[in-house]
């Protein structure tokens, strides 16, 4: 996806939600800055649970079959993987690490909205060694049971390996399940099991008991339970140039959220408690207790939503002013 918000827009947005940089830590899954020259559309993250610290990422569009390890205690690459077996990559969306230790790798976004009957899925093990090498990936097609759509989020469930992708659209999209179990030899239909906001990433906890969505403005999180969304709450997010991507940490202790652009920053959230993946507590709230809204509605949560729902209105707002500013200049 490109660049949502202009540079000066951006700034001025930043003043008026009073948002700051978040505080790293002395040590691993640190906020940190995406060094490398290379990836400019980082739109998708991964933690790694062979490599603590490290951090799986791949540019959006028009970058070939890469994806990239970034240490968190440096913000520098330390391997590139070059996937083979694999057609040209379209539009790389999202990445996630599955219970098996592959990593799946999502070709699912679609800027038009709906042009392309099918997308693709790519999948291949977690190297053991962190360097540069080539890799032989496994290709999935994908369609949607209701027709195609755009996605940008891509989950894979850390104990049962299912695959779930959220279509992203601004009135709203759909949470869509894969079958128990990809294949190569037929198309793989997602089928849609729940309704959700507007989404650019999403992350299961290690636990597999809460499901985080993001968009450009907000974060929720979802109660997830047999394959279903149940309640949801507002979820601290930071305001971000071009919010498109969101991990757990390995441990369950925080939730790492990024973005796109040259030397992007990828910042930590921590958790209620300490850590989903090793207590089952929620990531962290936004006013206390989580709502007990449906499924999907995307408007639980009636506590404060500071730096979620609230950076939103303000980033609406900042627009509007910007817009009414520049009009004012041109009528002199």
Known sequence: MRSYLT???AAALLLLSGAAPAVADDGADRSFTIEDPRITESSGLAASRAHPGIYWTHNDSDDGPYVYAVDSRTGKTVATITMKGVGEPRDVEAISLG???DLYVGDIGDNLNGSWDHVWIYRFPEPKQLKDTTVRATQYDVKYADGPRNAEALMVHPKTGRVYIASKNEDGGGLYEGPAKLTTGATNVFRRVGEVP???DGAFSPDGKELVLRSYFSARG????????GADHAV???FQRQAESVTYTADGSALMFGSEGERSDVQRVDVDGGGAGRDGKSPSK???AASSSSAGAGSGGTGGVKGTTLTGVLVLAGIGF?????RRRKGN
Not at 222 to 229: K, M, S, T, V
Not at 322 to 326: I, R
Request: aromatic letters at 10%; a negative charge.
């Open 198 to 200: 507007w989404v650019t």
């Open 222 to 229: 979802y109660a997830f339970e047999n394959g279903r969304l």
């Open 322 to 326: 910007l817009v009414l500013m520049k």
């Open 286 to 288: 936004e006013g206390g």
């Open 7 to 9: 540079a000066s827009g």
């Open 99 to 101: 219970p098996d230790g």
């Open 236 to 238: 601290q997010a930071p």
